[in-house]
């Protein structure tokens, strides 16, 4: 499975970035998908998944601003985020449980 991660970028405090996650191979439909997020000097982080089925799971800080969401027939993953903040820079990346890939990151800078 391969993951192209796009859609970051430099953006202000309070403003909105949408990234997605396009994914190659057959099993995307049955595979849980999340998103991970790493800032400079520090471990990577969950920010959010959403399983087969829609059920979906994110980090304390996501909750209410970011949403992830998934298009089984497109096989894309999706984190819409909202209201960033400057702790949200990192880089991205997309991940696949089915073998554990991950995509190549995408940075988000926020900032003023």
């Known amino acids: 499975v391969q993951l192209q991660a796009s859609g970051g970028g430099p953006v202000q405090p309070g403003g909105s970035l949408r990234l997605s996650c396009a994914a190659s191979g057959s099993r995307f439909s049955g595979t849980t998908m999340g998103w991970y997020r790493q800032a400079l000097g520090k471990q990577r982080d969950l920010v959010a998944i959403i399983s087969s089925g829609g059920i979906t799971k994110y980090a304390d800080y996501a909750k209410g601003r970011f949403t992830i969401s998934r298009d089984n027939a497109k096989k894309t993953v999706d984190l819409q985020m909202n209201s960033l903040e400057t702790e949200d820079t990192a880089v991205y990346y997309c991940?696949?449980?089915?073998?554990?890939?991950w995509g190549q990151g995408t940075q988000v800078t926020v900032s003023s």
């Open positions: 991940w696949e449980s089915g073998f554990g890939s």
